[in-house]
């Protein structure tokens, strides 16, 4: 049964600062990752998706990659801004199956 | 990215009513999509997987005469919350996957209050 964990569960940073998230996922038989931020009272909204055959992906200040046999993907925020403060939630479809698995998110807070 | 649309983003019902949620893919056809509860805090809990033209499959635990759904169109999901109770209060958020890459996107939310 995959299980993803996501540390750390919280995170306060001053502005500029760069910094990583981590992923960690049991199964490393893995269809996509895909990495989302939510806002307070907000739905998901993606942020990067990596295919089990890619090694990183990038969108602006955003890079994540997906290192499928250790099990772990990191989500890197260059140059970090307060309007950078969300949670963020990674997510990891497995081979075989339909199902999105959810990590239990980081919530970021990015101090001006 | 795609757009999922969700409706209504905020609910106040009395208890013992019925409520019903829609959630729209606007520029793309679903077949399936994904309905979860989300508690304050938490990570997403998902409640069931919504098939176009067929039954939804439920997870476990989640009461399948409490949590309606239906999948009449490849643009539309419902989820009905039948005979709502306070307990029943939550965040509910649907998403919907691209058939080509499985990108998931999702709707805004409904926040459901049963009072």
């Known amino acids: 049964k995959q299980e993803v964990t996501q540390i750390p569960a919280a995170l306060s940073v001053p502005e500029g600062e760069n910094l990583v998230l981590n992923c960690s996922f049991t199964?490393?038989?893995?269809?996509?990752l895909q990495w989302f931020r939510q806002d307070p009272g907000k739905g998901l909204t993606s942020l990067l998706l990596i295919q089990s055959s890619q090694r990183e992906q990038t969108s602006g200040r955003l890079n994540a990659s997906l290192d499928k046999s250790s099990g772990r993907s990191t989500l890197y925020i260059a140059a970090s801004q307060p309007g950078d403060s969300a949670t963020y939630l990674c997510?990891?479809?497995?081979?075989?199956?339909?199902?999105?698995?959810f990590g239990t998110g980081t919530r970021l807070k990015v101090l001006a | 990215g795609a757009v999922v649309s969700q409706h209504p983003s905020r609910v106040i019902c009395k208890s013992g009513t019925s409520v019903k949620i829609e959630c729209r893919s606007l520029d793309f056809q679903a077949t399936t999509m994904f309905w979860y509860r989300q508690f304050p805090k938490q990570s997403l809990m998902l409640m069931a997987t919504?098939?176009?033209?067929?039954?939804?499959?439920?997870e476990q635990g989640v009461e399948k005469d409490k949590f309606l759904i239906n999948h009449a169109s490849l643009t539309l999901s419902t989820l009905t919350v039948t005979s709502a109770h306070p307990e029943d209060s939550s965040f509910y958020i649907c998403?919907?996957?691209?058939?080509?890459?499985?990108?998931?996107?999702f709707g805004e939310g409904s926040r459901l209050t049963v009072l």
């Open positions: 199964d490393s038989a893995i269809y996509n």
């Open positions: 997510a990891v479809l497995t081979s075989g199956t339909y199902k999105y698995i």
């Open positions: 998403s919907a996957n691209l058939a080509d890459t499985g990108e998931l996107f």
């Open positions: 919504s098939n176009e033209g067929s039954k939804a499959t439920y």
